[in-house]
């Protein structure tokens, strides 16, 4: 069987799939100007801002970065130009609260109760005020900490930002809500600051973006960290001019009879469309592009570190080609994920990594970078590319490890091993079939045995599922 190596794989479907589609010469021109990562040894100066950014539902080619022929991203793709581009990169889990747990923690999301949960959806669910996280851990080190956007880890009164260490929080608590009203899937208003109801029934996204262009425009005393959680593009299907629409399924929620006619309202079944989708896509770009436009208007771009990446693959308009699968699901499809890096002053522009990495990765990286120290009572499940990032040293071998109540997953270099929902146990070779098409278990077997009984070894250290 032919083999090919992780740099060829995603010069064909990361870098190579833009200059594909590029629908102008000077998108073309950036895709052959990205090179291969490489680490530039520079003195370490001041420690960084964190400026962590999540889409919602975002696909792995959403981006006209990474092959969208029909989504135009330009100030994403800027931010690629200006960083790494990762082609290989994961979501902690194949649904929202799970990953974001992960990302919280830098733990597997079956760690803890709430992250049992695929996603949160009741009061009972939440990450306990006790577990550290990344906000609490550099706070200890002497960071101001904020989360605007989706927080999603539980509901007050016992769950909140606020309870979990970032000193300031605006956002809503949920998994979702129409983006005018403000109703989320508990049928209730869900939009606060701090552990207040904020009214704004503006667009959400935009409100959002002022939000986060007020912070990081402020005199800062210290280094920060800011967790910028949108909700775009995930649904209902709402961009800034639908508020007629996004009024119909308010509508809907506040006649609901039960919590699952409020999410049937929220899932909008019966609207959205590929270009819908492409239009909240674009208003993302546009709204990350102004956060970035003010923190290089506030002088603080060199030395802060930007890292966006969406909390699991895309949904039922995104674009994930050549992917299979989506959200929910733990192929390539519900779990790779758009993921670029950028530091000016100590990582150099135009380039591309195709290390395989996910959530708890960047929760140990960024706890590095920030000088902070991981509690020893919760060990970290990630492991830091401080210094691939900046040493060039090499990452580690070790195990991708996912687990959800209807799939397993483990990849080990360029194999991954998949268990489907009726408990066929699948292994693929990513670097040549990306689609995970060319199943290999019968050529196989004491390769899918062995990859098997790792991820049946990290799984008996989770709490189980009830």
């Known amino acids: 069987m032919p083999e090919m190596s992780r740099r060829a794989f995603g ?14 010469a000077g998108e073309a021109q950036a895709a052959s100007a990205e090179r291969p990562f490489g680490a530039v040894r520079r003195a370490g100066g001041r420690r960084p801002n964190l400026l962590v950014i999540l889409g919602d539902d975002l696909g792995w080619a959403d981006l006209s970065s990474y092959g969208a022929p029909h989504i135009k991203t330009p100030h994403l793709d800027r931010l690629a130009r200006e960083g790494v581009r990762f082609t290989d990169a994961y979501s902690g889990s194949a649904t929202c609260s799970p990953t974001r747990f992960s990302l919280y923690t830098g733990r597997y999301p079956g760690r803890t109760p709430g992250g049992l949960a695929e996603p949160i959806g009741n009061r009972t669910q939440g990450l306990a005020p006790g577990h550290p996280t990344l906000a609490s851990l550099v706070k200890d080190a002497g960071y101001a900490t904020a989360l605007i956007g989706k927080w999603h880890c539980g509901w007050l009164p016992d769950y909140s930002p606020t309870k979990s260490g970032w000193d300031e929080f605006f956002g809503n608590h949920g998994g979702v809500l129409e983006y005018f009203s403000k109703l989320g899937q508990l049928g209730e208003y869900d939009l606060f600051e701090g552990d207040a109801e904020y009214k704004d029934l503006r667009y959400y996204t935009t409100v959002l973006t002022e939000r986060a262009v007020e912070y990081v425009s402020r005199e800062h005393a210290k280094p920060w960290l800011l967790n910028l959680n949108f909700t775009t593009p995930h649904w209902p299907w709402l961009a800034e001019g639908d508020a007629g629409t996004g009024a119909e399924i308010a509508a809907k929620i506040r006649a609901a009879k039960s919590q699952a006619d409020v999410v049937a309202a929220l899932n909008h079944y019966d609207g959205g469309s590929v270009a819908k989708y492409t239009e909240m896509v674009e208003s993302l770009d546009a709204a990350v592009g102004e956060v970035l436009a003010a923190l290089r208007r506030s002088g603080q771009e060199d030395n802060t570190v930007v890292l966006f990446a969406s909390d699991n693959g895309g949904e039922r308009y995104s674009y994930n080609w050549p992917l299979s699968g989506q959200k929910f699901q733990l192929l390539e499809g519900g779990i790779r994920v758009p993921t670029i ?9 135009h380039q591309v990594s195709h290390e395989p990495n996910f959530s708890p990765d960047w929760t140990a990286t960024l706890l590095e970078l920030a000088g902070a120290r991981p509690d020893p009572a919760y060990p970290l499940d990630g492991t830091s590319l401080a210094g691939y990032l900046l040493r060039g040293e090499v990452v580690p071998e070790r195990d991708l490890f996912w687990r959800v109540r209807a799939n397993k997953a483990l990849r080990r270099g360029d194999w991954k091993y998949y268990q489907d929902k009726d408990r066929v146990d699948h292994l693929y070779n990513l670097a040549a079939d990306s689609r995970e098409q060319a199943d290999l278990a019968p050529d196989e077997p004491e390769l899918l045995a062995e990859l098997k009984a790792a991820w049946e070894r990290t799984a008996a250290t989770l709490l189980p599922y009830s």
């Open 11 to 24: 010069g064909l479907v990361g870098g190579g799939a833009v200059t594909a589609v590029a629908g102008t």
């Open 341 to 349: 890096l950028r530091w000016p002053s100590r990582i150099d522009p």
